[in-house]
Nanobody
Framework: QVVLVESGGGLVQAGGSLRLSCAAS????????MGWFRQAPGKEREFVAR????????YYADSVKGRFTISRDNTKNTLYLQMNSLKPEDTAVYYC????????????????WGQGTQVTVSS
């Protein structure tokens, strides 16, 4: 069992920035590939980004590529999502999650999830 807690969400104007954090419990954080997902009202949960166990490899959804940066600090058991140039369409609840499968953007392959943090981008 891994407990994940997201933080850092809030209200920001379009064009602004936020940094989300995901704090993980336990001593096996570095064993997991980590991902960020988001879910807007009335829409399905969608993949945002993932990062390899050692943090050296990343992959992004086309919708956020060039604007968002995923990173991790295994010494602190923490995952981050730096979000720049935010757009109203980025408004969603953002979730961090764990997997052991690299080649996937499917939520079904992630099995530990945080509670989510709300990001609202005003126009």
């Amino acid at each position: 069992q891994v407990v994940l807690v997201e933080s850092g969400g809030g209200l920001v104007q379009a064009g602004g920035s936020l940094r989300l954090s995901c704090a993980a419990s336990g001593r096996t954080f570095s064993s997991y590939i980590m991902g960020w997902f988001r879910q807007a009202p009335g829409k399905e949960r969608e993949f945002v980004a993932r990062i390899s166990r050692n943090g050296y490899s990343t992959y992004y959804a086309d919708s956020v590529k060039g604007r968002f940066t995923i990173s991790r600090d295994n010494t602190k058991n923490t995952l981050y999502l730096q979000m720049n140039s935010l757009k109203p369409e980025d408004t969603a609840v953002y979730y961090c999650a764990t997997t052991t499968t690299w080649t996937t953007v499917s939520a079904r392959d992630y099995y530990y999830w945080g509670q989510g943090t709300q990001v609202t981008v005003s126009s």
